[in-house]
Structure formats: C-alpha cells, structure tokens
C-alpha cells in the first residue's frame, strides 16, 4: 500500500500565506488535500490529477493553489490569504479517477498536519 508523508503546517497570521507538502511512496494518478476543522466534517480543499485537472473547494478557491511533480509523487498546497476559518487539521489524500475524468479520494490518508491561523 502506498504510504503518505505530510510536511508544513504551523501557525500564521490572518492575510498570511503558508505551504503543505506530501509525498506519495510510489507513484500515483491523483492526489488531493483535504482538511477537518474541530466540529465539522473533513472537506474537500484542493485535488490534482496527473493529466494536470485540479479542481477547488468553495473556500479555497482563488486563495489556494495545487501543485505537483510531473511523477505525481509529491504536491504541494500553497495557502494565501489565509484566515481563521481555515484553521483545521489539513490531510494529503490518494485519489481514483472516475470515468468522467474526476477526482474520486480513496481511503489512504496521510497522519495530517496542524494549520493554525492565529494574530
């Protein structure tokens, strides 16, 4: 089974930036970033398949971008803007593609990374 290693993390100011990284054990076609704040359920932040689709959750969008290696074994979030509300323990996901081209999340999940934003 593939194994995931999240790196990053850590407390910034609002409007601050911060990066998260993961790096897959072996290749992969897609992975993804998905977060769960205290309370509330996990959600989708940010997916990314080999061909180069990403897509973007509702808070993410337009503040945070994904990134990866061309061997998609290692991706990056990079966080901008950041608020509050995006305080939340941030977990790398491996991801199936579905036949409609779309990122489906699978159940390997990375140990998570603390994000904590904070004045």
């Known amino acids: 089974q593939v194994h995931l290693v999240e790196s990053g993390g850590g407390l910034v100011q609002p409007g601050g930036s911060l990066s998260v990284s993961c790096v897959a054990s072996d290749y992969v076609l897609a992975m993804g970033w998905y977060r769960q704040a205290p309370g509330k359920q996990r959600e989708m932040v940010a997916t990314l398949i080999s061909n180069g689709r990403t897509a973007y959750g509702d808070s993410a969008r337009g503040r945070f971008t994904i990134s990866g290696d061309n061997a998609m074994k290692t991706v990056h979030l990079q966080m901008n803007g950041m608020v509050p509300e995006d305080t939340a323990v941030y977990y790398c996901?491996?991801?199936?593609?579905?036949?409609?081209?779309?990122?489906?999340?699978?159940?390997?999940w990375g140990q998570g990374t603390q994000v904590t934003v904070s004045s």
């Open positions: 996901n491996i991801g199936r593609v579905d036949a409609l081209d779309r990122y489906r999340p699978s159940d390997i």
